[in-house]
């Protein structure tokens, strides 16, 4: 089974700062996801990784397989980014599904 | 394009009762996955159908049942209901199953929020 790990579990940034969000996991994967959920409960889909580096907007996601390790990166911090994101990881098809880790609450004050 | 819809968005049950929450996936995408979300657990895989077919099913009782119907829609099942399965119950859905090193971007649907009194 695989152990997610999230770190912070509560982070609090100005308007304008660089946030990074981090990402540990015990066993090989075949993807990671960055989700991304709002007050009320709606979970949006940030990014899919097997490899390498995304970037969507001021949103960069990086993962390195050989460390099990996966960095969220928010650029130029907005309020609207105040939400809890959530790393998940997909052991590939197998019976576990998706695990999650328990999140980081994202406050971004102006 | 319509996203993920999940009904009833809340709803209220006491102990003991039975409840059903649906979920319609986005217009052809064939695979549905259910979650549990609670403040203790977390987000906990509960199931994943493909094409009227459970692929994988996580560590939940046997209270815990779903199924697929031809159209990918999906439905969920919790019996003899318990006061911690009072919790956000999510589906997302996808253009593919999870497989091997093919897995696919997750889209999810609002939620069905259960609480039981």
């Known amino acids: 089974k695989n152990e997610v790990e999230q770190s912070p579990q509560n982070l609090t940034a100005q308007e304008g700062e660089f946030i990074t969000i981090n990402c540990s996991y015990s066993?090989?994967?075949?993807?990671l996801h960055w989700l991304q959920q709002h007050p009320g409960g709606g979970i949006v889909s940030l990014f899919m990784?097997?490899?390498g580096k995304k970037k969507h907007g001021r949103l960069i996601a990086t993962i390195n397989i050989q460390e099990k390790h996966s960095s969220l990166h928010i650029t130029a911090s907005h309020p609207r980014d105040s939400a809890v994101y959530i790393c998940?990881?997909?052991?590939?098809?197998?019976?576990?599904?998706?695990?999650f880790g328990k999140g980081t609450h994202l406050i971004i004050q102006p | 394009k319509a996203g993920v819809t999940q009904t009833p968005r809340y709803l209220i049950k006491t102990r003991g009762q039975q409840v059903t929450l649906s979920c319609s996936p986005i217009?052809?995408?064939?695979?549905v996955s259910w979650y549990q979300q609670t403040p203790g657990q977390g987000l906990q895989f509960l199931f994943e159908?493909?094409?009227?077919?459970?692929?994988n099913k996580g560590n939940f009782p046997g209270r815990f049942s779903g199924r697929q119907f031809s159209n990918s829609r999906s439905e969920m099942n919790v019996s003899t209901l318990e006061l911690g399965d009072s919790a956000l119950y999510l589906c997302?859905?996808?253009?593919?199953?999870?497989?091997?090193?093919?897995?696919?971007?997750?889209?999810f649907g609002e939620g069905s929020r259960l609480t039981v009194l």
């Open positions: 997302a859905s996808s253009p593919q199953p999870r497989s091997g090193t093919n897995t696919g971007e997750l889209f």
């Open positions: 066993v090989g994967i075949s993807a």
């Open positions: 990784l097997s490899s």
């Open positions: 998940a990881v997909d052991s590939g098809g197998g019976a576990d599904g998706l695990t």
């Open positions: 217009s052809g995408h064939r695979s």
């Open positions: 159908y493909f094409s009227e077919t459970q692929r």
